[in-house]
Each structure stands twice: as C-alpha cells, then as structure tokens.
T-cell receptor, first 116, second 110 residues
Framework: GAVVSQHPSRVICKSGTSVKIECRSL??????MFWYRQFPKQSLMLMAT?????????EQGVEKDKFLINHASLTLSTLTVTSAHPEDSSFYIC????FGEGNTIYFGEGSWLTVV | RKEVEQDPGPFNVPEGATVAFNCTYS??????FFWYRQDCRKEPKLLMS???SGNEDGRFTAQLNRASQYISLLIRDSKLSDSATYLC???????????FGRGTSLIVHP
C-alpha cells in the first residue's frame, strides 16, 4: 500500500486562482519531503525541499512566493500554487525519503494540475 | 553537463529481446543510485537499488561503475509489460536529495 499519499490527483483551476496540493506520509514521520514538477516527456525537476518546522529550501529558478510550501507537521507538507497561469500546468509530485532502507524514496501518487 | 544524463530513447524492441540502458552522473561524491520505473501519467516506482558490486533481480541487472561515473540497467527476455520510462536516480552529492535523469523510454512490441 501507499506510504505517501498525495491529494488531489487531478485539479483544474482558472488562471489567477490558487491551488493547494497535500502530501501526507502514512505510518511514518517525514521531517523532509521533496516537491517535483514534471512536464511532458521531461524529467522530474526538484522544486524545493520541505522541512518540518522551518522554511523550505527552493531550487534555483523556483519562485518561492509563487510556490508556497508549508510543512506544519511530521506527516503533512503542502504546496500551494498561487496566482496560477496556464504555464503552471504540469504534474506535481511529492516524495519522502525512507530510513533504514538504503535511502529508498517514497513517492506520492502525483497531482495533475491544469490551469485554464 | 547535466547532473544525471540518460539517452531518452525510445528503445523499441521485440518481446524476448535483451536491452541495456546507461546513465551517467556528474558528481563523483554521489553515494546512492537507483533505477525507477515510471508508467505514463503515474508516479515513479522503485525498480531496484544499484550497489557497487552489481545486483540482479530476476530479469533485471544493475551495475555501477564509479570510475566512469555511470550506472546501467540490463533487462533480459523483455516483456510487453516492461514498456515504460526508466529513470536513473542519483543522490545529490553528499546528501540524500535525489536527482533524476530525464528517463529512457522502452517500448516492447509483440
């Protein structure tokens, strides 16, 4: 069964609105989670590292004011895409590192965002 | 040079064929290596970790060459169900932050 749950799996929103995506670790605590974005036929690009109880670490070129990340608890990280535009339409996916298992990475199911 | 590079393919092979993918990485301090499989519009799923001594899991064999900084994945006796994108994943040098290659597309046809 899934160890990282992501919601919603699909969302369509209007330009200018904000969308929140949730990522939950099930049965384990995740002090760190990673948020990726994947455009069609492209690789997963790390957007930011979410740290429980502190600010997220954003990768170069990712606007932190546009992609708000909150990691308020040891089992929940959220990504909010603010003032969404059509070019933000993409596959967003979160992951959390496992421990004691050779650094296995557990992925959420991903969220397809379409901005119209 | 990209941190993790893969030939995007697609590799188009008949059932039963043997196919090999390579992946090169730029950071010599990288410690952890994995192959993930991603089906269309789905999340990646771990296929296998890659160990220094090489490892095998059924029809799949992974190798690591630290000197040349590449890892490989060999698939024997390809099945139709092997059709997917195979992602090379390398931890970001000195940490456990994973970096993904672009992925190699495999199409197995009857």
């Amino acid at each position: 069964g899934a160890v990282v749950s992501q919601h919603p799996s699909r969302v369509i929103c209007k330009s200018g609105t904000s969308v929140k995506i949730e990522c939950r670790s099930l049965d384990f605590q995740a002090t760190t989670m990673f948020w990726y974005r994947q455009f069609p036929k492209q690789s997963l690009m790390l957007m930011a590292t979410s740290n429980e109880g502190s600010k997220a670490t954003y990768e170069q070129g990712v606007e932190k004011d546009k992609f708000l990340i909150n990691h308020a608890s040891l089992t929940l990280s959220t990504l909010t895409v603010t003032s969404a535009h059509p070019e933000d339409s993409s596959f967003y996916i979160c992951s959390a590192p496992g421990f004691g298992e050779g650094n296995t990475i557990y992925f959420g199911e991903g969220s397809w965002l379409t901005v119209v | 040079r990209k941190e993790v590079e893969q030939d995007p393919g697609p590799f188009n092979v008949p059932e039963g064929a043997t196919v090999a993918f390579n992946c090169t990485y730029s950071n010599s301090a990288s410690q952890s290596f994995f192959w993930y499989r991603q089906d269309c519009r789905k999340e990646p799923k771990l296929l296998m970790s890659v160990y220094s001594s090489g490892n095998e899991d059924g029809r799949f064999t992974a190798q690591l060459n630290r000197a040349s900084q590449y890892i490989s994945l060999l698939i024997r006796d390809s099945k139709l169900s092997d059709s997917a994108t195979y992602l090379c994943v390398v931890n970001k040098g000195g940490s456990y932050i994973p970096t993904f290659g672009r992925g190699t597309s495999l199409i197995v046809h009857p």
